[in-house]
């Protein structure tokens, strides 16, 4: 997996108005936890650009007043309307404890239902597994090759190695879907 680095400084206040003075120079207020006690920090909007608006996951080397931590991206919380980073949560992560993560899925191959007119669908853009975070792969990559026109591709139907996923067996990863063109023929 993809590591990003990351720095923050402590926040010395918490509360609303403390909260809203480090939104507005600027910053975005932070939370570590999961690890021995949380650590409310904040970060400038511009470090977190790259982390925050991308498809792929990243391990985080944060760094908080000298302090090394390796994390995940749990939460992200956004304005309503202007979409602006209101708050990010930070999970700690460790070598031998399981976690819990939204993993992207990549499609690979020409369906046969494709092949016969029919259009590829992706029902799901990411699942969510339970494992090591030195197992969790960047992307999760599903074959669609023998998916015929019509037919679907469930979560059930689907297994990584040193992966549990986490996501209900029913749910649809991908379809072909007849088009009203193969529809005439």
Do not use: W
């Not at 993809?2 to 939370?31: H, Q, W």
């Not at 990411?126 to 090591?132: G, S, Y």
């Amino acid at each position: 997996m993809k590591t990003f680095e990351l720095s923050g400084t402590v926040r010395p206040d918490l509360g609303k108005k403390a909260t809203n003075a480090v939104r507005n120079s600027g910053n975005i207020p932070c939370v570590l936890y999961g690890g021995e006690q949380n650590i409310n920090f904040q970060v400038t909007t511009g470090d977190v650009r790259k982390l925050i608006y991308t498809p792929e996951i990243f391990v985080v080397n944060l760094t908080v007043n000298g302090k090394t931590t390796k994390a995940i991206l749990k939460d992200l919380q956004l304005h309503p309307v202007s979409d602006k980073v209101l708050h990010i949560d930070f999970l700690e992560v460790f070598d031998n404890k399981p976690v819990q993560i939204k993993v992207p899925v990549r499609l690979e191959g020409l369906a046969e239902g494709v092949k016969a007119g029919g259009k590829l669908q992706q029902n799901s853009r990411t699942l969510k597994v339970k494992a090591l975070i030195n197992d969790v792969p960047e992307q999760l990559k599903v074959n669609v090759e023998k998916l015929g026109m019509g037919k679907t591709i469930q979560v059930g139907e689907l297994s990584f190695p040193n992966l549990e996923l986490l996501t209900s067996k029913s749910a649809i990863v991908a379809t072909v879907k007849a088009t009203r063109a193969s529809k005439g023929k």
